[in-house]
């Protein structure tokens, strides 16, 4: 009864490297999210989509290229890994727009680039 | 946009005595005002919210308080208990339009026993 659920849960990759983390929801939400934490803590928003439309993309590294091939599913692709990628990527999901709603986050990802 | 601070970033408090964590925002449409909780090496979820047509929410030991003319809202754990302690996150959003959420920086609770 996972309500959000990414794949894998640990990644550990050499430096250049590609990767993909997947998402999926079973909330019936129509907005998915990618949320970064470094070391610090800080929860930074990356992207989000509204039925499969990206709607908010941070300043991020076009290294970095979200897919939504359907509302329930919100994949995150990185190329050419850096040292400095190394961070929990959360997955999340909420029923409409994030700003009034409550957020649901995934297990995280934790990536380690080295 | 949006810019939510919180302080203090690390609590330590004896178990039994109370918490309290302070979060300020800068845009004033911001109408919902979550709190989630992240204990070490799991997900951040949520413990409480707050819209902004009420000005204090309780749910046992956990309380959070709005001051909309200040642009402050603040979260109350009274008799805390190991199992407190944890990261927790303020946020600020705005309404059905608004699709971000911005967080606080967090704080860091460690309860002593």
């Known amino acids: 009864d996972t309500a959000v659920s990414q794949t894998p849960k640990y990644l550990v990759t050499q430096m250049g490297n590609d990767k993909s983390i997947k998402c999926e929801q079973n909330l019936g939400h129509d907005t998915m999210y990618w949320y970064k934490q470094d070391s610090k803590k800080f929860l930074k928003i990356m992207f989000s989509y509204n039925n499969k439309e990206l709607i908010i993309n941070e300043t991020v590294p076009n290294r970095f290229s979200p897919k939504s091939p359907d509302k329930a599913h919100l994949n995150l692709h990185i190329n050419s890994l850096e040292l400095g990628d190394s961070a929990v990527y959360f997955c999340?999901?909420?029923?409409?727009?994030?700003?009034?709603?409550?957020?649901?986050f995934g297990e995280g990802s934790w990536l380690t680039v080295v | 946009g949006e810019n939510v601070e919180q302080h203090p970033s690390t609590l330590s408090v004896q178990e039994g005595d109370s918490a309290v964590i302070k979060c300020t925002y800068s845009?004033?449409?911001?109408?919902?005002f979550p709190w989630y909780k992240q204990e070490l090496g799991k997900r951040p979820q949520l413990i409480i919210d707050?819209?902004?047509?009420?000005g204090e929410k309780k749910d046992q030991r956990i309380a959070v308080t709005l001051n909309k003319t200040a642009k402050h809202f603040s979260l109350h754990i009274t008799e805390t208990q190991p199992e407190d302690s944890a990261v927790y996150f303020c946020?600020?959003?705005?309404?059905?339009?608004?699709?971000?959420?911005?967080f606080g920086a967090g704080t860091t609770v460690t309860v002593r026993a």
């Open positions: 845009d004033s449409a911001s109408n919902y």
């Open positions: 999340a999901s909420s029923q409409m727009g994030g700003g009034g709603n409550t957020i649901y």
């Open positions: 707050i819209r902004s047509n009420v």
């Open positions: 946020a600020a959003g705005g309404g059905y339009n608004d699709y971000k959420l911005s």
